[in-house]
């Protein structure tokens, strides 16, 4: 059984006092949610102060991005040791903001995702086609390229520890979610590409979040769907009320069915 997963990308919001006001909410409001687990992962610059602030609460923290190299003369850049160091577990690789801003290549991903797994951290890749893909009727082609190069070498133990996001780049920020059909059609098809290059076993473990509009009011017919495993939240998490409300509805649904 999967445990519904609830991650909140802040993007580039909220200053730390922004966002230690944001968090003190949130664990008040989830604090006697249990049975699905909590991600936030705020900007570089408030993870400090995050992490103090989730000590002893089921809330764990991640990180937006990181650079593939340990250490070194990459100015601007963070390593994984860095962000394992100040408290994250998990780190968002692949959005499709790095890859379409900043160019980011499925081999660029692949490598922040091995060093990544180095480091205990749990990678949170992100996939998704653009609307002209799909509309091209290419979604499942993209999704699969993406899958397999962004993950590519991976062994057993490492694919049990990654956490995979499908996120209709059309859908993001947009106000336009996919419909939980179309959600799970893909990841239904992501799941069967695990089978694939694993096991069943395998592909029964790891975790598929859809990303792209999640709101508390279309949450719930999301998650219901068998192969949609929690959700990567953007917009709706940089307020508490709609965050909590999207994890109650997880804690919900888990406890009803899943
Ligand atoms: P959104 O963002 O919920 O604002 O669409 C999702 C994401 O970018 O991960």
């Known amino acids: 059984m999967r445990k519904l997963l609830i991650a909140g990308n802040w993007k580039m919001y909220k200053t730390i006092s922004e966002a230690i006001t944001l968090v003190n909410t949130i664990k008040a409001g989830v604090h006697s949610i249990n049975g699905v687990d909590i991600v936030v992962c705020p900007p570089f610059t408030a993870l400090d102060a995050m992490s103090k602030s989730v000590e002893r609460t089921s809330i764990e923290l991640g990180a937006q991005n990181m650079y593939s190299a340990t250490e070194g003369a990459y100015t601007g850049e ?118 694939n290059t694993y096991d069943r076993t395998v592909s029964e473990n790891v975790r598929i979040l859809y990303g792209g509009s999640v709101k508390p009011d279309n949450c719930g017919d999301l998650m219901q769907k068998g192969n949609i495993d929690g959700a990567l939240v ?24 899943k």
């Open 78 to 195: 963070i390593s994984p040791q860095m962000i394992k160091d100040i408290g994250c577990r998990y780190v968002i690789l692949g959005h499709s903001e790095r890859r379409g801003y900043f160019k980011e290549t499925d081999d660029m991903v692949n490598k922040k995702v091995c060093l990544a797994l180095d480091y205990n951290l749990n990678p949170i890749v992100c996939i998704g086609e653009t609307l002209e893909q799909r509309e091209q009727s290419k979604t499942k082609e993209v999704v699969r390229t993406q899958f397999e190069n962004s993950l590519k070498g991976l062994t057993v133990d490492q694919m049990n520890n990654i956490i995979i996001a499908y996120e209709p780049v059309w859908a993001i920020g947009t106000g336009k979610n996919a419909t939980p059909q179309q959600a799970e059609e893909v990841h239904k098809y992501i799941r069967q590409l695990i089978v």
């Open 234 to 257: 953007g917009g709706a998490s940089l307020k508490a009320e709609s965050f909590i409300q999207i994890i109650a509805k997880a804690k919900e649904i888990s406890d009803n069915n």
